[in-house]
């Protein structure tokens, strides 16, 4: 019995030293592959190979991949993993245009800018050329347009001042459906008003407001004309009871009046502005 222990082990020691042999040569195999790694991540990171070599630039339309990806200075020999990108993102949103900003890494060497514009809610007219104004109120000069803009509405009579800036926050407040039938707003001041504002819409009416609230009074303006004729002709006067003033004839005047105050008696202005969200939600 012992003879043929001794005979099963010494038969099995030829199969343990092959298994312990192999184990040996695993663990030499992760060890060099570790190494290996190791080494490739220094020289990755202590050499160029691992500095910026592209910068993409997305969501802009109106600022310059060229002036953006300067602005950053990410490809002057700056490594992957080595930028301060709080200080670059302060950097693109001191930009007047960018309201916001963000960067991402891709490998092996690119970094990613995404960045937010500033809507540009309306130009302004100066000196015969259109500058573009954006939604904060900035108004920028080193774009100007020579021809007529369609994509905004068209300032007249403002300075670049706060009053400007309220009319650039009125804008943005309002419906896209009803900003885009807009097409000039002047400042007009009176006596009594030193914010008059009167306003050409592209379907042909005249309507005088007041910078005060404005994208509050004007909401009311599809609803009133809607229930105007075709070929109607007046002033759509649109301050705490808008009404309409006819310009074409004094007959049938006091009739309109009667209708539009209807309209806004009975839709109501939250009505109004649900309708005009709901509608440009679908759009």
Not at 181 to 186: A, D, F, G, L
């Amino acid at each position: 019995m012992d003879e043929k222990k001794v005979v099963e082990i010494e038969g099995r020691i030829p199969t343990l030293k092959e298994k312990r042999k192999q184990r040996a040569n695993r663990r030499l195999i992760i060890y060099v592959s570790g190494f290996f790694i190791l080494m490739t991540a220094v020289i990755y990171f202590q050499s160029s190979f691992s500095h910026i070599k592209a910068v993409n630039v997305t969501g802009n339309e109106h600022v310059m991949d060229d002036e953006l990806v300067e602005m950053t200075n990410l490809l002057d020999d700056v490594s992957m993993w080595r930028y301060d990108e709080r200080d670059i993102i302060s950097r693109l949103e001191a930009h007047p245009e960018i309201s916001s900003a963000s960067l991402s890494r891709q490998l092996p060497n690119t970094v990613v800018i995404s960045v937010k514009e500033h809507s540009r809610v309306a130009y302004v007219k100066r000196d015969g050329k259109y500058l573009p104004m954006l939604e904060t109120g900035v108004v920028l000069t080193g774009t100007d347009r020579a021809e007529r803009p369609y994509d905004a509405p068209v300032m007249a009579g403002f300075e670049e001042n706060d009053t400007l800036s309220e009319m650039a926050s009125e804008l943005t407040s309002l419906p896209e459906s009803l900003h885009q039938r807009i097409s000039e707003v002047h400042l007009v001041p009176s006596e009594n008003d030193p914010h008059q504002l009167m306003i050409f819409m592209n379907d042909g009416f005249e309507v005088h407001s007041t910078l005060r609230h404005f994208s509050e009074r004007i909401i009311p303006y599809p609803s009133i004309v809607a229930q105007l004729d075709e070929d109607a002709q007046g002033i759509i006067h649109m301050r705490m009871s808008p009404y309409f003033e006819s310009t074409a004839s004094d007959e049938g005047n006091e009739e309109e009046l009667e209708e539009v105050s209807d309209v806004i008696s009975e839709e109501g202005i939250e009505e109004i502005i649900e309708e005009e969200d709901e509608s440009e939600s679908e759009g």
